[in-house]
Nanobody, 121 residues
Framework: QVHLVESGGGLVQAGGSLRLSCAASGVTFSSYPMGWFRQAPGPEREFVAVISGSGSNTYYADSVKGRFTISRANARNTMYLQMNSLTPEDTAIYYC??????????????WGQGTQVTVSS
């Protein structure tokens, strides 16, 4: 059974940085493209970034491009999201997902439970 666990969220001041991690188990990790999504209060989950199985290809939402970096360590079954220059608009629950290289939530089979990121002004 596939299991994804996010960690690294917390409270940070505007302009600060955080690094999120997503640890995977029950899956041949390098076979799966993976993504980060976020959900502020409200019904919609927003695409943040996606990375190919090998890690050689990445794609970002315009809102985070140049500030966030997605990466993965396949030997450790772990994906990361380095977040710099954070703003209050980045406040959300951040989720990792496995199974698709798409920007659409409906194409992902597996999700973590989420980690809260709060950016104070």
């Amino acid at each position: 059974q596939v299991h994804l666990v996010e960690s690294g969220g917390g409270l940070v001041q505007a302009g600060g940085s955080l690094r999120l991690s997503c640890a995977a188990s029950g899956v041949t990790f390098s076979s799966y493209p993976m993504g980060w999504f976020r959900q502020a209060p409200g019904p919609e989950r927003e695409f943040v970034a996606v990375i190919s199985g090998s890690g050689s290809n990445t794609y970002y939402a315009d809102s985070v491009k140049g500030r966030f970096t997605i990466s993965r360590a396949n030997a450790r079954n772990t994906m990361y999201l380095q977040m710099n220059s954070l703003t209050p608009e980045d406040t959300a629950i951040y989720y990792c997902a496995a199974g698709s290289g798409s920007t659409y939530t409906g194409t992902y089979n597996y999700w973590g439970q989420g980690t809260q990121v709060t950016v104070s002004s």
